[in-house]
């Protein structure tokens, strides 16, 4: 008999092949028979399902194994020995001893019959359907041997119904629709939207958005899951109407944030025609967002850096040159700069956006080839406290769940975290476990969407002062230990026992009283109270945090307090508790693993580690500097005092995404030597005399960590626009500078990480390839990698209390500055936008605007539309005020995602006690109306333009030299 | 150096000792301030704040200011 197999593992099935309907994840198992076949399966699996396993399959249109079955087209009709009727396979359970036959005349004549009723209502134009091939119906109509439609097609029909094309993405053809729902059940069940409505009943029904508005305007967020599961043309992608089906695909990992989504990228030759989340990938199962899916045609752009360049001084022209005249200038500048000034005069910023190897050459060229550790990335700018932190206390600097944890989370507790803007696959997660019945928790303060989804239990929304973290979690874990709700015997087995005595005396002190904290938080006391029953009394508590914790004068801090709070209540060691950090760019957890930081080698090694740098210096054939370099804040303090000269920096851009522009904008100018690899000319660049084109993920090999820790792969799909993968470049320098790197392909750069950094031992490619994603620790103790982390014991044995007094932000309100500023991102932009502006997704976001209470805007006439000047003691700039009542009285909310927004001309340098990562998240400012962009801004767009013009100089240039 | 630079570097070490202020007794509290700057300021950050310390210090809050000294056994000041 056939037992029932895991598709992942054992068999031929293609995790393509949709099976109809989900898995059934019971124990028991039920032993049927299918046209004669015996097989046994999970208890609760449909006969859909079961007969699909054994590859008997049954004609369905309604049903998917990414939704629950509807049983409305009734084309999956099957026989049931000793049971009357033709029940649906798809919502038909199996039961022991059933006998089922899929095939016979009646069951044929029924669903030709059926068949015959879709046809006639559908217009017959399968030759110039943009589903031409990759269609169901005209699938199914050939498998129930459709011959001849005897209703003709001038009856009342849906033939003419008009298309919706106001999506940028994908149209809405409903002339084309069966109405088998599969759209609407996408939305609620996998985005969890809710969007899409089946309007009236029978023949007259209908599919709409929302109230009969169009796509864009209804409540969609355009995530695609409704395309992908349609069956027919009638939602489509507009690219495959434009350039028709894909013929080949590549599997590989999204690019854009920390969920880090497995896609099928479709192409065409070299050409991507869709992206379509790929069912095996561990992290989305199946889904994406609006980003991902759609946001792809950057690549493409005609912005993209074709050539090398390079100049003497920034208020020149560009000059396109070889790659070997731009390696060898920049090589040759940063050896004359460390011959005048010193071996520490110059320093790199390695990517969160580029590979883990390209991340680890960079930091590896810093140490090795400039000889000092001035290497830092822009995670130092969001989440180096989650580091410190996590590390202080857990004994390691990473998040101890998998997403799919939160499936059996039964209270979710949200800090400063905007997971369906930030990190939307997950947000739907969160979303589907919140249906379920799991209660929520918010510690933010602004109303972010995930409070608005419909449930059951509880919800909870904590507006919290920004800056006032560290008070809200203190006030948390006092009432869950005067109340008497933690977890002793976790304690006593798990923590260090006097860490845990000293911290417990602290914690109960009565400045950390949810009533002495009200205060300074803001929130009631009977609120926190609430909350913090409502975390530690339910089996499985779960925290999710963003930069809404770290970006902090007390970020570490506060991450310390999160960790504190799960070791007190045991949510940890297990599924469906933990402490995650959702971090913001794709890679953000990797280029941390990756050694990038200015006192760690890979793998959290410190550098005065004299075991673990000795390591590292027989491996790469040179002494390494014991002592930790530059961040980037003090390379920027340093450049200014004349002291650091030169800057490779690899896919980031410094000069929009830090805080106080004008202060970066000096630091760079006082440099003598900015290389710059990008893929366009960023903020950064007009600042360089080096321009390094890159690639995008679509144009190499390499691994992505997302914030799960799992390695993903990045396969490339298309050749590298200027012939170079990103990491050749840096090999290329690296030779330049007169240090030997020799690598033919990235596996073998991983195979050197895995020799170097103890939690990746077990690494390579081979694996990868072999299972797919592998969640890091992965070694001789974890061959297949760690899924959730913490099980038995931490990395440091015992967990650790910390302390964490609250100490009050610098950044205060006061007379001149009566407002506070906090920052976030929305959906369909990414971090400073430079891939994002330059597709479709500028359709939902133009431009940055200032979300400003009524009651504040009452008090200055501010209206809707009006243009504010924001200033703060850094700056000032000017922005269009939308009056939003998502934030409480006293806030006011901005995004970062244009430059011209100027929105880090205002933050300030104030920053993280222990990791300097910036208060991006409270910034004191006033708002007035003003009439004319800022002084900044003026001068933002006289400089671009300027730099745009030097790069169209480079571009002739080289289009000359070709012609020529 | 510039006086942003080393106000900076002021502000830093004092946020530092703040953060670190709810211990046992002063001396632990120096001891984490000491290590903390040990583990993760670059060698001219350390041998800046060392000179101040040394020639003025004023800015320096008390445990900060005891923890830079901690530091002085190890790390010269900057030459100028
Ligand atoms: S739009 Fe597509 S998925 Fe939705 S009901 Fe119509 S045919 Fe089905
Ligand atoms: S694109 Fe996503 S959100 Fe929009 S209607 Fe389709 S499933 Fe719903
Ligand atoms: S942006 Fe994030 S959620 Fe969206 S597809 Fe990419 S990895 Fe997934
Ligand atoms: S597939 Fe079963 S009723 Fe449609």
């Known amino acids: ?964 | 150096m510039t006086n942003a630079q080393l106000d900076h570097l002021i502000r830093m070490a004092n946020q530092i000792a703040d953060n670190n202020t709810h211990h046992d007794t002063e001396s632990e509290a120096v001891e984490m301030v000491t290590t903390h700057l040990k583990k993760f300021w670059a060698r001219a950050m350390k041998q800046q704040i060392v000179e101040y310390a040394l020639n003025d210090g004023q800015a320096l809050n008390p445990v900060a200011k005891q923890a830079i000294d901690q530091l002085a056994l190890h790390y010269a000041p900057a030459s100028k």
């Open chain 1, 1 to 964: 008999m056939l037992q029932y197999f895991n598709p992942k593992t054992d068999t031929p099935i293609s995790i393509d092949k949709d099976l109809g309907t989900p898995p059934s994840l019971s124990e028991n198992q039920v032993s049927l028979s299918i046209d004669g076949v015996e097989l046994s399966v999970p208890e609760g699996t449909s006969i859909l399902r079961a007969a699909a396993l054994i590859d008997i399959n049954i004609p369905k249109l309604c049903a998917s194994d990414n939704l629950e079955a509807f049983g409305s087209c009734r084309l999956c009709a099957v026989q049931v020995e000793g049971q009357r009727g033709l029940p649906a396979a798809c919502t038909t359970p199996v039961h022991d001893g059933m006998q089922v036959t899929t095939q016979n005349y009646k069951l044929a004549k029924l669903r030709r019959n059926i068949m015959e009723l879709y046809i006639s209502d559908h217009p017959l134009d399968c030759l110039t359907c943009p589903a031409n091939g990759a269609c169901e119906l005209q699938d199914m109509a050939g498998a129930v041997g459709l011959r001849e439609v005897r209703y003709g097609f001038s009856g009342e029909n849906h033939l003419d119904a008009e298309k919706d094309q106001s999506n940028p993405y994908f149209t809405f053809d409903p002339s084309k629709c069966i109405v088998c729902s599969r759209c609407v059940r996408a939305c609620e069940e996998v985005q969890g939207t809710f969007a899409l409505t089946v309007d009236n009943r029978g023949f007259g029904s209908t599919i709409a958005a929302g109230q009969k508005e169009d796509f864009l305007e209804s409540d969609c967020v355009s995530c695609g899951a409704c395309v992908q599961s349609c069956p027919t043309a009638t939602l489509m992608e507009n690219s495959v109407i434009d350039q028709g089906q894909p013929e080949h695909s590549v599997v590989t990992t999204c690019a854009y944030c920390g969920v880090g989504c497995s896609f099928k990228a479709e192409m065409k030759g070299d050409q991507v025609i869709r992206m379509v989340p790929y069912k095996g990938g561990e992290a989305n199962q199946g889904h994406a967002c609006v980003k991902g899916r759609f946001a792809f045609g950057y690549a493409t752009h005609k912005d993209r850096i074709k050539t090398p360049m390079i100049r003497d001084a920034i208020d020149q022209p560009w000059r396109s040159v070889s790659w070997e005249e731009a390696i060898a200038f920049s090589a040759e500048r940063f050896k004359k700069i460390q011959a005048e000034h010193g071996r520490e005069s110059i320093g790199g910023i390695t990517s969160s956006r580029c590979t883990n190897e390209e991340t680890y050459l960079v930091q590896k060229l810093i140490r090795a080839a400039f000889g000092n550790n001035n290497t830092d990335t822009c995670a130092r700018v969001c989440h180096s406290p989650t580091g410190y932190g996590l590390k202080t206390t857990l004994g390691e600097s990473a998040g101890t769940q998998t997403f799919d944890s939160v499936s059996q989370a039964d209270t979710i507790l949200v800090i400063g975290a905007n997971p369906t803007d930030a990190h939307p696959v997950f947000g739907s997660m969160i979303r589907k476990r919140l249906r379920e019945g799991a209660n929520l928790i918010v510690a933010d303060p602004r109303q972010i969407d995930l409070l608005s989804t419909a449930h059951r239990s509880t919800t909870l929304h904590l507006p919290l002062r920004p800056g006032t973290n560290v008070a809200l979690i203190n006030a948390f874990a006092h009432t869950v230990v005067s109340e008497g709700l933690e977890d002793n015997a976790f304690i006593a087995s798990r923590c260090d026992q006097k860490a845990y005595q000293k911290w417990r005396s602290f914690i109960l002190e009565e400045q950390n009283s949810p009533d002495a904290m009200a205060a300074i938080t803001g929130v009631p006391a009977e609120e926190i109270r609430k909350a913090a029953r409502l975390y530690a009394n339910v089996k499985n508590g779960a925290i999710f945090y963003g930069l809404g914790v770290t970006e902090h004068s007390q970020g570490s801090t506060m991450v310390m307090g999160i960790a504190n709070l799960a070791l007190a209540t045991g949510n940890l060691g297990r599924e469906g508790v933990g402490v995650n950090p959702l971090r913001g760019q794709n890679n953000v957890q990797g280029s941390c693993d990756m050694g990038s930081f200015p006192h760690e080698l890979p793998g959290y090694q410190h550098v005065a580690d004299e075991q673990a740098r000795g390591r590292f210096e027989q491996a790469w054939g040179v002494t390494l500097d014991d002592e930790p370099g530059l961040r980037i804040p003090n390379m920027f303090d340093s450049a200014i005092a004349g002291h650091f000269k030169g800057l490779y920096v690899q896919g980031e851009d410094i000069a929009q995404s830090d805080p106080n522009t004008q202060h970066v904008e000096a630091a760079l100018k006082a440099m003598e030597c900015v290389v710059v690899q990008d893929i366009f000319l960023n903020e950064t660049a007009k600042f360089a005399h080096v321009l390094l084109p890159g690639s995008t993920f679509l144009e190499k090999n390499g691994t992505f960590i997302n914030a799960e820790r799992r390695i993903n792969r990045v396969r490339k799909v298309m050749a590298p626009i200027a012939g170079k993968e990103d990491w050749e470049v840096t090999v290329d320098l690296a030779n330049a500078l007169g240090y030997s790197m020799d690598y033919q392909h990235p596996s073998q750069i991983m195979d050197e990480i895995a020799s170097l950094a103890p939690t990746f031992s077990g690494v390579s490619y081979a694996l990868l390839e072999d299972q797919g994603s592998i969640q890091w620790p992965c070694n001789e103790q974890h061959p297949m990698g760690t899924p959730i982390m913490h099980v038995d014991d931490f990395p440091i044995g015992k967990g650790n209390f910390a302390i964490t007094q609250y100490v009050a932000t610098e950044e205060r309100a006061n007379r001149r500055f009566p407002l506070l500023l906090t920052t976030g991102r929305i959906l369909s932009q990414y971090n400073v936008g430079a891939q994002t502006r330059r597709t479709d997704n500028q359709t939902w976001h133009a431009e940055d605007v200032l979300e400003v209470h009524p009651h504040d805007a009452e008090e200055r006439g501010i209206q809707d539309g009006d243009w504010l000047g924001i200033s703060s003691r850094a700056g000032q700039t000017v922005l269009r005020a939308k009056v939003s009542e998502r934030m409480q009285p006293g806030v006011v909310y901005t995004t970062f995602h244009h430059p011209g927004s100027g929105a880090n001309v205002i933050t300030t340098d104030s920053s993280d006690w222990a990791t300097n990562c910036p208060e991006y998240k409270v910034t004191a400012v006033q708002v007035e109306k003003v009439s004319q962009p800022s002084e900044w801004q003026q001068n933002f767009e006289r400089l671009n333009q300027q730099q745009q013009s030097h790069l169209l100089k480079g571009r002739k240039g080289r289009q000359e030299k070709e012609a020529g």
